[in-house]
């Protein structure tokens, strides 16, 4: 028997954190997060595919008529707000996405300032305005 199949048959294979029968938080195949972590590749390697998948939703499903035209910097701002906000959180946006694929970036601006996101993390979503107001 492979190794890998061995240690999964015996500590399971959970994709979402848990608690082992110790009490710590963790995830995987027995990865203890506290006392272990993740390392840095890990975390890069995990960023990567979560970018990947943001960009995809926002190239896809949400703006397929108009990412490819936008500025790296605007598509750089919404996929910052995608990635914090999450797929549902960022659809819930519903005058930023009109404002944007109208090109209309005093709509998108206005969106942003009157929203929670603004009054939870108002300096990342000025800088967001900024990069989605100048292209």
């Given amino acids: ?3 890998k199949d061995y240690l999964i048959k015996h500590e ?3 994709l979402k954190p848990y608690r082992c ?4 938080l963790t995830i995987g195949v027995g990865r203890n997060l506290e006392d272990k972590g993740i390392t840095e590749q890990e975390a890069t390697f995990m960023l990567f595919n979560d970018l990947d998948e943001c960009v995809d939703n926002l190239r896809l499903d949400i703006f397929p ?3 490819e035209t936008l500025s790296d910097n605007r598509q750089n701002a919404l996929i910052d707000m995608r990635f ?3 797929g549902a959180g960022f659809r819930g946006f519903k005058r ?5 694929k109208a090109g209309d970036w005093e709509m998108v601006k206005q969106s942003i300032r009157g929203s929670l996101y603004y009054r939870q ?5 000025e ?3 900024k990069l989605l107001a100048e292209g």
């Fill in 121 to 125: 993390v108002k300096s990342r979503a």
């Fill in 127 to 129: 800088d967001n305005i």
């Fill in 65 to 67: 008529d108009v990412w």
């Fill in 96 to 100: 930023l996405i009109a404002g944007v």
């Fill in 21 to 24: 029968t110790a009490g710590k």
């Fill in 1 to 3: 028997m492979d190794i």
């Fill in 84 to 86: 914090q906000l999450g």
């Fill in 12 to 14: 399971g294979l959970k």
